[in-house]
């Protein structure tokens, strides 16, 4: 009797997804082959181009100066040209700010008081500033960067151990680590795309990382939510744990796409009108709840069903 009531509730739970069902254990060396090319790519770039540690991280110079204009991407492109005429290297972002843009933010690498002199008079030279206009020139100590750098790395592994233990009480072991290895795949894909792209590691990484963090694993929750009910609603059918992985993504597939996708839409409306500094922390979040949305779908289940020890058939 209990067995027939079972069988009501999952043919009302599968009523809307007869037509459509995905195979992600069956295809999961797929979705692996794919996260080990992105792995490999990611490694390369790591060591072949680096990151471009922002002066958070490392320290340098920053020198903010009001252009008393509208400023547009033509300055910033002439301003950049003339810091690197005068200092001799690239500076690692030249940006805008204020509202309206009117500053112009230069960071580069540690330089002395007389290169900060020289950036000043030549950038001067060219929109005719005065002292006045120098709204901040000074070097920032590399040691608040390591602490930052320290205080970063402390607060991911914080959220990580967490997430960790409130996944392994609300359901096992085994799909706790499932989570948190998804989770490392995100920040992997974060952080090839950051340097790939050479986008700055400043601050705004930190917040980044963690919303990421957030977003993915409350994804992937909401698909192990679902397994958990299969698995008590199928006792006894004979179905494997597989199968039911396969049925419950299924199941949630539409839940996970809308809701990523209206995410997307947003912030993707704010990196194409935002300013250069809230573009460079929207465009790591697309990457990342891009990643989150694969890694919840394609690998978090099939995952979980690969380390999971016991595969055998549901009794009851």
Not at 72 to 94: Q, Y
Not at 114 to 121: G, H, I, Y
Not at 215 to 240: M, P, Q
Request: one cysteine or more; aromatic letters at 10%.
């Amino acid at each position: 009797m209990q067995n027939d009531k079972n069988v009501g509730v999952i043919d009302n739970l599968n009523k809307d997804y007869k037509g459509f069902k995905l195979d992600v254990v069956g295809k999961r060396k797929i979705f692996f082959i794919i996260i080990g090319v992105v792995f490999l790519c990611g490694m390369i770039s790591f060591f072949v181009r680096g990151f471009n540690w922002d002066i958070d991280f490392v320290g340098g110079a920053i020198m903010e100066y009001n252009l008393n204009k509208d400023v547009i991407d033509e300055d910033l492109n002439k301003i950049t040209s003339l810091v690197s005429d005068t200092i001799g290297f690239a500076p690692s972002s030249v940006v805008k700010s204020g509202n309206p843009a009117r500053q112009v933010v230069i960071k580069t690498r540690d330089i002395n008081s007389e290169q900060r002199d020289a950036v000043f008079t030549a950038v001067s030279s060219e929109y005719n500033l005065t002292a006045a206009d120098i709204y901040m020139s000074n070097n920032t100590n590399p040691t608040v960067g390591k602490a930052l750098a320290q205080k970063t790395i402390i607060a991911v592994l914080l959220a990580v151990v967490l997430m960790l233990t409130y996944i392994v009480i609300r359901f096992d072991f085994f799909s706790g680590l499932a989570a948190v290895l998804c989770l490392i795949h995100d920040m992997f894909v974060m952080l090839t795309f950051y340097s790939l792209l050479q986008i700055p590691m400043d601050m705004n990484v930190i917040a980044a990382f963690l919303t990421i963090l957030g977003y993915s694993i409350n994804a992937t929750i909401i698909i192990f939510d679902r397994i958990r009910e299969n698995v008590k609603l199928k006792k006894g059918n004979g179905e494997t744990f597989g199968q039911i992985v396969n049925q419950s993504t299924s199941q949630t597939l539409a839940r996970s796409i809308n809701t990523t996708i209206t995410t997307l839409i947003v912030i993707i409306c704010v990196y194409i009108v935002g300013v250069p500094s809230i573009k460079a922390f929207v465009l790591p979040l697309i990457i990342g709840i891009s990643a989150g949305l694969f890694s919840s779908i394609c690998i978090a289940g099939p995952l979980w069903d690969l380390i999971k020890p016991q595969k055998a058939k549901i009794k009851q």
